[in-house]
């Protein structure tokens, strides 16, 4: 399967300041691909690279075999763009936004277009300066993805969307992928990159660490469960169980914090034979796992990249 997007050793420095420092990927066409990394880690950054918007400093990077900063305007015709940070006139409405853009692109399918209001739930009567950030962000995903793009380029789209709308752009996602045009999808959380995309690339520091199928996230996938008891426990018994990475006694033994890789059965039956005051869950931010995962080694990021 050919690429679309091909970028080799991309560099860019504010100054003093962090950017990113070669970069290096492929996506294939007609994928969703992810591109994960905490805030700050330079996701944003390269997706500014890949649209013109910034200049590299080393490094290139070719989307449909096109140089990106050369072949911007041919480029921008093939994609559907979501910003981190939409800004839009103020005093337009979301109606008016969206039929400024479909002139643009000389034309949309208007009834596509009226389906895509109609999923995401948007007022396009109201101006944008009396959006909320999720009605915001509705307007930049209706569109990107009004014109069928070839390929979409959304930097933390779900970012303020309800749950109900965060599925809707789930099946907006798998829709493209079936229609064989390739997302390009930038977060820094976890779950939605496993729910929707197919290869992930992970950066960290402004570095790639790791490129691979989504099923190897699960090395680095963790969560956490706190469980009460009325008397104390051992933490000998759920030391050793499936799924258990660590375990922290807290309360004089009254309590519990185990760090989770994989399915909690086990701990639950296991939970299950003592008294029982509360059980929680909790998943931690990207940024928690990333520092716990790589600084087991000393803190520095590993520089090989797996290509899958």
């Known amino acids: ?12 420095r504010y100054g003093g300041k962090r950017g990113i420092d070669d970069v290096s990927f492929d996506v294939a066409e007609g994928e ?37 900063w050369e072949k911007t305007i041919e480029i921008k015709r093939l994609i559907g763009y979501v910003p981190g940070e939409p800004s839009l006139d103020r005093n337009l409405t979301g109606g008016q936004i969206l039929e400024y853009f479909a002139n643009l692109r000389g034309g949309v399918d208007r009834a596509y277009l009226k389906t895509l209001i109609e999923r995401m739930d948007l007022d396009t009567s109201r101006k944008f300066r009396q959006y909320s950030t999720g009605n915001k962000r509705k307007v930049v995903l209706i569109q990107a993805f009004m014109h069928r793009p070839r390929l ?30 390739t997302v390009f999808l930038s977060s820094h959380v976890l779950s939605e990159v496993e729910k929707t995309c197919s290869r ?23 969560y956490e469960i706190t469980i009460a008891f009325a008397q104390p426990v051992p933490a000998d018994t759920f030391a050793r169980l499936d799924g258990v990475a660590e375990v ?20 639950v039956k296991a ?30 990021a590993p520089r090989q990249v797996a290509r899958v």
Request: glycine letters at 12%; a negative charge.
């Open 271 to 300: 939970a299950a034979q003592f008294p029982v005051v509360s059980l929680t869950s909790y998943e931690p931010s990207l940024e928690d796992i990333f520092l716990r995962y790589y600084e087991r080694d000393g803190g520095e």
């Open 1 to 12: 399967m050919s690429s679309i997007i091909q970028v080799e050793r991309l560099t860019k």
């Open 200 to 222: 992930v690339a992970i950066i960290r520091d402004g570095r790639i660490v790791r490129v691979g199928g989504v099923h190897e996230l699960k090395d680095i996938k963790r």
């Open 152 to 181: 979409l380029i959304l930097d933390e789209p779900t970012s303020g969307l309800d749950p109900l709308n965060q599925q809707e752009f789930d099946g907006m996602v798998r829709e493209a992928r079936e229609e064989g045009r």
């Open 32 to 68: 969703v691909f992810g591109f994960l990394g905490p805030n700050g880690a330079g996701k944003t950054t390269t997706i500014r690279l890949l649209m013109a918007l910034l200049h590299a400093d080393g490094g290139s990077a070719r989307i449909a075999g096109l140089d990106c």
């Open 248 to 267: 922290e006694t807290l309360n004089n033994g009254l309590a519990v914090r185990l760090a989770m890789q994989g399915a909690a059965d086990a701990v």
